[in-house]
Nanobody
């Protein structure tokens, strides 16, 4: 069973920084595209950043130049470095990944989501 677990959320003042981490576990063959999305109260979930296995990276316009997504393939880990945080960045942040894994002797690829981690930007 593949799982994604996020960590690193919390309360930070405007202008501050946080780093979120997402670790994948299970019978993983490969991790393909990975990304971070967020959902604020009363709003739809939006993609924040995404990177493919070939290194193609995209960011939402609202975080371009402030957030950086990276991955450590040896540790099955994805990081989101968030700098110059603004109150508008307050949301639950979710890690997601397209993962190829083994189950009952078969390989299959599916999309997985973490449980989310709260980020609150407030003075």
């Amino acid at each position: 069973q593949v799982q994604l677990v996020e960590s690193g959320g919390g309360l930070v003042q405007p202008g501050g920084s946080l780093r979120l981490a997402c670790v994948a576990s299970g019978s993983i063959v490969s991790i393909n595209a990975v990304g971070w999305s967020r959902q604020a109260p009363g709003q739809e979930r939006e993609l924040v950043a995404r990177t493919t296995v070939s290194g193609i990276t995209t960011y939402a316009d609202s975080v371009q130049g402030r957030f950086t997504i990276s991955r450590d393939n040896a540790k099955n880990m994805t990081l989101l470095q968030m700098n110059r945080l603004e109150p508008e960045d307050t949301a639950v942040y979710y890690c997601n990944a397209d993962i190829t894994a083994y189950s009952s002797g078969f390989r299959y690829t599916a999309a997985y989501w973490g449980q989310g981690t709260q980020v609150t930007v407030s003075s």
